[in-house]
């Protein structure tokens, strides 16, 4: 496991083995690259970032996983695979489950 601190002086677990952390993730980051770049976003007050964000109600994480990465980017993917996890000690505490995916398609985003 390794330990940081995060920009907001919050202190981060990461853990490369599956449910390390007492608290259930409710939240996903996918990490996606195609041809040779990393498929980020750009979000207008943290900058550019992967894609990601919560889990909705009756949804996998895999599921939110598709989902976030299409919403966010117009981006069709699959072989969504577990990579990490990690736990943020902000309050609340929460963690957040760490994904890879491989890129299918591209659809324009809606204005």
């Not at 853990?15 to 996918?30: R, Y």
Request: overall charge negative; some cysteine.
């Amino acid at each position: 496991m390794f330990t940081f601190e995060d920009l907001h002086g919050c202190k981060v677990e990461l853990s490369f083995t599956p449910n390390t952390f007492a608290v259930a993730s409710k939240h996903v980051l996918i990490l996606v690259q195609h041809e040779g770049k990393w498929l980020t976003t750009i979000h207008r007050n943290r900058g550019t970032e992967f894609p990601g964000g919560k889990v909705e109600a009756g949804e996998t994480l895999q599921e939110a996983a598709i989902r976030a990465v299409y919403e966010e980017t117009g981006v069709r993917i699959d072989c969504v695979q577990w990579f990490a996890e990690y736990a943020v000690h902000a309050e609340p505490l929460f963690s957040k489950t760490v994904f890879t995916a491989c890129f299918v398609s591209q659809e324009p985003l809606p204005e």
